[in-house]
């Protein structure tokens, strides 16, 4: 059980850390184009245990990172094994309960609160550039943990304005902030739904060519808005509501606490400015459009005859992981669906029950007995209240969080998909030169001075082309793998929040129950 | 179907339920499971004249066999101790013989316990098969564990109202010196043949009497005595409640069950195999609880109410008799015809209505204060189990909770939860 004390966990096995040089990864899109970036593309051996921010971030270690953690750090398990002390208690609860902690999901506090104040750091090239061993993963994640945000949005007032078929539901979207690049400390906006589409749209076009993660919107859904505009005041249109509410809140701080998005223009002009044209052709890139076309970039890369020659396995081994992992989540969504349904059908059952259990009671001829069951029917009812609180944690902590990150999952494969198209563009600009190159041979042979310059012209060109493609894609590559990073730190942590928040919803409503039946107790204790 | 070894979790004996379909329970041992249930009626075992109980029962395919242990002091029995081997239709075959003899027209019969029903569990096992493929092994592991403790759930049940309807019977003044309770208690051989006839004879009696019953005391019969006219209007309205109440609460324990398989399923996909687990346990097991105490409690209930309608239906087909003979005896005075036969026969038809009338107000006057009884019992102790469980599932959210939260503080949030655990 010492193990467990252990701030740190021991060193695991599997991993090798280069102490090499920091080389640290600037920006993703910083356009400095400096060529220490460029050996970067020789394969970085960095192993599949490296993945552990435990050791060097500032953040406690997490049990429960990743995946990988638990296959290269079976010292790990068995710390939580030997927690697993249970088995020599009494307690019998706890006699079967083995811990196997292979959940990849659960990370520590939740990323709406910064942890720690100050802008990023953009100057730390503070190594040696020429320290060209490969850039260990655990330091790439250094300086992620160094970063923060004291960027805050919510979501808040739904309103509905406007009439019948064109009306629409208007956001205030409240901004607090201490960074000096917005207009001031604390402000406000009106929003609807499809300027949140804009925004994506907007940032994917630009973002998303560097390999960048962009956030993916929640979903259109025509039969909901539908409901809601045509002015049903119905549960369900009110429940739609605030599921929206509620999406596009994550959707708009997952935005902002991604370093880079935080600077694009786009973003700012989204959070300030007070009119904002109307987004057009929001079709495309919502719930199914969004989709397919990630599902088209698959296709087209699937289709490249070229094998992409992968040096470095990372990125297919952690290609393969995402995909893994959204099948899984895919899964577990619709048990957890499966598991709202079921509560609300509990709901239903238990008022239909206790309305009988009434009408039992009124029917008693003792009286004692009579009060006792329709105290039980009022026990029951509000039985069936807690169950309806129960089903909406269900649904918004947990359902929710999985639908989120099922399209997150589908946005990072998208990255994946962009760094193919960046090393296609790049072969294909490598043959366009070999071409010219031999065209030009040609031309010498045949002796055609005058065309000969015009060759010699493109393949200069062409030469610098290839250049700049096998730059762009080495950077969209760093890009990638920084954002996957800390994608699944923040995936991580999203996790782990969500889930405490879900198990202390749980606990309320154990306590809630336990003091309705202390209460019934005595009721029937009194029959006689 | 691997057969684990296994021990019960209560008192480690290795002493385990019979198999069920091939494979071992791996909960309890019966004692525990018995222990672990009370009875729904209130403790009818404790004149110690005639004890009866059912220690043991094997479930052979979908056929279970009872073993009935009796312990007597009386003499009309040969030994002071034997068990014999009984199956369901010996139980009813019992009931409808006690039902159709005259002498106990007086009386509530107790209700004729329930066939064994193992088609719900059974329909999830064939489905679970089905699924097999598609299932993670931990998965399929924990679903067959459930299913098993469904199995278990329906056995425990069936086990109880078999015997409950022996002790009903062996309480009761009158009833506990029939000769063909006598003979169901002691006969060492096979009843089968006794069965047989006993259906050739009796047939559809039964089925008719109930068919017919409700119009007799519908058609409005003029009753004589408040108490019995108290007692139809009440019992009648009583039942179709009941009836209500028991179907809505299987429906309630059904959603119970469900969302305790979801948990497993949950569990078993985040192969978080401690919280999720106990906690799916605990859910099923509250299910489970749930279901043997108030829908139990009501649908026994529901069954004794019936029995008490049917004494109502032979007392006012008695009392139609009666008003019959009355008639009869007029018409015969008037023709001056067989008099002396018509007097008998409106004579005989008074004692018997007069007779279960008598006997009958007792039963009923009993019959509402054992009703009375068990509910009480049996509410109190549902609220503990409710509470009980509460309280389990609490401190496992809360060791949940400091786990992710203190992972590197395990020795600490541990400790925590260990003192939660001890003030269950």
Not at chain 2, 116 to 138: N, S
Request: hydrophobic content about 35%.
């Amino acid at each position: 059980m010492a193990a467990s004390s252990d701030r740190n966990p021991p060193p695991f096995p599997a991993s090798e850390e280069p102490e090499t040089g920091l080389c640290d990864m600037a920006d993703g899109d910083s356009d400095e184009g400096e060529d220490i970036f460029v050996n970067n593309s020789t394969p970085v051996a960095v192993s599949r245990g490296v993945s552990q921010p435990d050791q060097v971030s500032e953040e406690p270690p997490d049990l429960f990172s990743e995946e990988e953690a638990i296959s290269t750090a079976p010292t790990l398990s068995t710390t939580a094994k030997s927690n697993g002390v249970h088995s020599d208690d009494e307690n019998d609860l706890f006699a079967e309960a083995h811990v196997e902690l292979s959940a990849d999901e659960c990370g520590s506090s939740a990323h709406k609160d910064p942890s720690s104040s100050g802008p990023r750091p953009t100057s730390s090239f503070t190594q040696s550039p020429a320290a060209r061993q490969p850039t260990s993963l655990e330091q790439l994640e250094e300086e992620e943990a160094k970063d923060s945000f004291d960027v805050d949005v919510s979501v808040t007032s739904p309103e509905k304005i406007g009439d019948g078929m064109n009306a629409y539901v208007a956001y205030k979207v409240s901004t607090r902030t201490s960074l000096n690049m917005f207009r001031s400390k604390t402000f406000f906006v009106r929003r609807r739904f499809s300027d949140f589409l804009g925004l994506y749209e907007k940032l994917s076009v630009k973002q998303s060519l560097h390999g960048c993660i962009v956030p993916p919107p929640p979903e259109k859904s025509v039969v909901g808005m539908t409901k809601v505009k045509v002015g049903m005041d119905d549960p369900s249109s009110v429940e739609f509501v605030e599921r929206r509410r509620a999406a596009l809140e994550r959707y708009l701080q997952r935005v902002v606490s991604h370093p880079s998005l935080l600077q694009d223009p786009d973003v700012r002009e989204f959070l300030e400015r007070e009119d904002l044209p109307r987004a057009v052709n929001t079709q495309a890139l919502s719930g199914a459009g969004f989709l397919k076309m990630i599902n088209k970039a698959s296709d087209a890369v699937n289709k490249m005859t070229i094998k992409m020659n992968e040096s470095d396995t990372w990125f297919e081994d952690k290609f393969q992981e995402v995909e893994n992992e959204e099948q899984q989540l895919r899964k577990l969504h619709a048990v957890v669906d499966s598991l709202v349904n079921h509560r609300k059908e509990l709901c239903m059952n238990t008022a239909v029950f206790a309305k009988s259990m009434a009408m039992l009671g009124n029917s008693e001829d003792n009286t004692a007995l009579s009060r006792a069951l329709s105290q039980l029917a009022e026990v029951e009812d509000k039985m069936e209240q807690l169950h309806q609180e129960q089903a909406a944690s269900d649904f918004f902590i947990f359902a929710e969080l999985l639908a989120d990150y099922i399209r997150m999952l589908g946005a990072v494969r998208g990255c994946f998909d962009q760094r193919m198209r960046a090393w296609q563009r790049w072969q294909e600009a490598q043959s366009t030169l070999q071409k010219k190159r031999e065209a030009e041979a040609k031309l010498l042979w045949a002796n055609k001075p005058d065309k000969l310059q015009q060759a010699k012209e493109e393949i200069t060109e062409w030469e610098a082309r290839v250049t700049q493609y096998e730059r762009d894609f080495d950077r969209i590559g760093m890009t990638v793998r920084k954002e996957v990073l800390r994608f699944e730190k923040e995936k991580a942590k999203d996790f782990k929040s969500q889930i405490i928040k879900y198990l202390e919803s749980m606990l309320q409503s154990e306590q809630r129950l336990i003091k309705f039946w202390e209460a019934f107790l005595p009721e029937a204790k009194a029959i006689a | 179907m691997v057969v684990i070894p296994a021990f019960c979790l209560n008192c480690c004996s290795r002493q385990l339920i019979q198999q069920f379909l091939g494979t071992v329970l791996l909960l309890y041992c019966f004692r525990c499971v018995r222990s672990i249930i009370r009875s729904v009626s209130v403790d009818l075992n404790n004149d110690a004249s005639l004890l009866i109980d059912i220690p043991d029962a094997l479930c052979e395919r979908d056929k279970v066999k009872f073993t009935v242990h009796t312990k007597t002091t009386l003499s009309s029995f040969q030994k002071p101790e034997f068990s014999v081997p009984r199956q369901h239709e010996d139980f009813i075959w019992l009931h409808d013989t006690l039902v159709e003899t005259e002498d106990y027209a007086g009386l509530i019969i107790p209700p004729a316990p329930p066939k064994p029903d193992f088609e719900g569990p059974r329909e999830k096992m064939h489905k679970l098969g089905e699924g097999e493929a598609t299932m993670t092994k931990e998965e399929y592991t924990k679903m067959k564990q459930e299913l098993e403790a469904e199995y278990l759930a329906v056995f425990k049940k069936t086990v109880q109202v078999h015997e409950i309807f022996l002790q009903r019977l062996s309480s009761h003044p009158i009833l506990n010196k029939d000769r063909n309770f006598q003979i169901f208690l002691e006969y060492d051989q096979d009843l089968s043949v006794r069965r047989k006839n006993a259906k050739e004879m009796f047939g559809g009696f039964f089925k008719n009497m109930v068919k017919s019953a409700d119009e007799v005391l519908i058609s409005g019969v003029k009753e004589v005595d408040d108490f019995f006219e108290q007692e139809k209007t009440f019992l009648l309205d009583y039942y179709s409640k009941i009836k209500d109440s028991t179907a809505k609460a299987e429906k309630m324990t059904r959603s119970h069950k469900n969302i305790a398989d979801d948990y497993i399923r949950i569990s078993a996909t985040l192969n978080i195999t401690m919280s999720f687990v106990s906690l799916q346990k605990v859910e099923g097991r509250v299910a489970s609880d749930q279901e043997l105490k108030l829908t139990e409690l009501l649908r026994y209930y529901m069954r004794d109410i019936q029995a008490a309608k049917d004494l109502l239906y032979r007392r006012a087909r008695a009392l139609a008799d009666y008003e019959n003979s009355n008639k009869a005896l007029d018409k015969a005075r008037l023709k001056s015809k067989d008099i002396p036969q018509a007097e008998e026969h409106q004579q005989q038809c008074l004692q018997k209505f007069d007779k279960l009338s008598e006997s009958g107000k007792k039963e009923l006057t009993s019959f509402k204060g054992r009703r009375v009884v068990a509910f009480r019992k049996n509410l109190i102790e549902m609220a503990e189990l409710e509470i009980k469980h509460a309280k389990v599932r609490s401190s496992i959210q809360l060791y949940y909770i400091c786990f992710i939260m203190c992972t590197n503080e395990l020795q600490y949030a541990w400790g925590i939860c260990k003192i939660l655990c001890e003030q269950i």
